[in-house]
Every structure is written in C-alpha cells, then in structure tokens.
C-alpha cells in the first residue's frame, strides 16, 4: 500500500497497468511470427522476422504515430497550460515523454547494439557508433507520453486505456520494419510507463516548475 500510495495510484489502478502490461507482451508475441530456430538475445525472446514495410507497418505511419504524439501533448500542455486537471495531465506527460526519450538515448549509446536490419545475432551489444537498437527511444516515447492520460482518466473513461494500443501498434511496427528487436519494445515500453508513473506521481511536473512560480497560463486563456 506504501508504494501504491507514493506513486500516487491505488490498487486497481495497479492491477489494470499490470493487465495492459499483460496484453501488450501477449499481444505483441501473438501477431509476430515464429522462427523455426531458438530465440536468443538478454531475455531469450529475441529473433528476426520477416521484413514488412506496407499497409499499417509503413515506416512513414510509425513517424507520422510519433509525431502526432508529441505535438499533441507539447501543444496541449501551452494551450492547456497547468491550472486545471487537464492541463497538469499534459504536463506530466510532456515530462514523461521528455525523461523516456532522453533515457532510452543514453541507453542506445551505452549498449550500441546492432538493429535486426544489420544482422541476424541479436547478441550484437557494444559495437560501438552507429548501432542504436536498445531500446526503443519511438515506443518509449509513446509510452511515457500515454501513461499519465491512463493513470488520471482511466477508471472515469475506460475508453482512455485505448491509447495503449498506440504503444502495442508501435511496439509491433518497429520489430516488423527490422528496426528493433523484441527486448528491444520491450524495454522501450517499460521505460516510458515507468516514467510515466513517476511524472504522475509529481503534484508540480518538473517542466512546469521551471516556469515562473511553477505556473503557465495556457494560450486559451491568453487569448
């Protein structure tokens, strides 16, 4: 109860994160194919697939994905501002999304691992410049970008917990296109909902602290 009560959610709310967080991993292993060979890599799940880059998959879907993402919460955190409910909500997860990014960059420069796109050896870590694949700075970055929508909205609209399957889709286009391997979302994933509990958990959004008086107006109300 201790932990629940500093991250600021109480128990169904963890049991509901624990399910999503389910379905997502179960999901993700249902859609993808199989390999005929063992699966590798640090959590020995890791394994090449067919490449697809058409219909839903197109790599030009996952960047306009993970665009809107990011324009939609910047935007609404200025235009909201961080007076109401609403707009401390974007706030948070503009400081979700800032830490997950900034998180997954530090750890793609550490592990430099090769992409699935490069080789068929998912134990490819440490071979220096160039080489990005863990984790997955795109899905940790939708992650931590929904999560604090989820943790807030979630049990007033149910309909809220739909934004995961924008982690899941992206999850799933990443490993289809030979970007990422599967530890690869995985983690990605985990980062930005780890983060996202964290900036919810925050009564003032670090960001927004840095503001004058820890307060933004929001253009609505300037105009």
């Known amino acids: 109860m201790a932990l629940e009560s500093y991250l600021g959610v109480d128990a169904r709310e963890t049991s509901v994160r624990f399910i999503l967080a389910a379905v997502t ?9 199989r390999p005929a060979f063992a699966d590798d890599g640090p959590f020995g799940i890791d394994h090449r697939i067919a490449y697809d880059n058409s219909g839903i998959w197109k790599r ?14 910047i935007g609404g955190a ?9 707009g401390r909500t974007f706030w948070q997860s503009f400081d979700s999304m800032a830490f997950s990014v900034g998180a997954a960059q530090v750890m793609k420069l550490t592990f430099s ?12 870590f440490f071979k220096g410049s160039g080489n990005q694949s863990f984790p997955s700075g795109e899905v940790a970055e939708i992650a931590g970008a929904v999560t604090p929508f ?27 296109v030979r970007a990422h391997w599967q530890s690869d979302v995985l983690v990605g994933a985990g980062l930005g909902t780890a983060f996202g509990f964290y900036a919810h958990g925050r009564e ?7 503001m004058p008086h820890g307060v933004f107006v929001g253009f609505k109300k300037q105009f």
């Open 25 to 33: 991993v179960l999901g993700l292993f249902a859609v993808l194919p």
């Open 60 to 73: 030009k879907i996952q960047i306009d994905v993970e665009y809107a993402t990011a324009l939609t919460v």
């Open 78 to 86: 200025l235009w909201e501002g961080g007076e109401d409910r609403l």
């Open 113 to 124: 691992r090769e992409r699935p796109s490069t080789t068929a050896d998912p134990n490819q």
């Open 150 to 176: 989820v943790l807030e909205y979630g049990q007033e609209h149910p309909a809220v917990y739909g934004l995961e399957g924008l982690v899941l889709y992206d999850m799933i286009a990443r490993v289809k």
């Open 204 to 210: 003032t959004p670090l960001i927004l602290s840095w």
